[in-house]
């Protein structure tokens, strides 16, 4: 069997072969770059929407991978709009 580029056997060493082959079709050659943040901030913001005040920002932010600062200026956004009280 053959071994891995350095890379692709990090990703093995986390992921499964067959998904490292999927990767390796859909993004071989290219330089990818992952963000800080697994989620949108659209998306953050519309699940603060649905949550309305039941928030725990702490516990939200370390969740989402935004700061405190953040949620709370989400939040404010979410009020100015109307769609908090």
Do not use: C, H, W
Not at 5 to 31: C, H, P, S, T, W
């Amino acid at each position: 069997m053959y071994e891995y580029n350095k890379v692709y056997q990090e990703l093995a060493d986390i992921l499964n072969d067959k998904d490292v082959e999927k990767i390796y079709r859909n993004f071989r050659g290219m330089q990818v770059n992952f963000p800080m943040r697994l989620y949108s901030r659209d998306s953050v913001k519309k699940e603060i929407a649905k949550q309305k005040g039941i928030i725990n920002i702490k516990d939200l932010a370390v969740q989402t991978g935004y700061s405190v600062y953040t949620i709370r200026r989400i939040i404010n956004e979410l009020k100015a709009d109307n769609i908090m009280k």
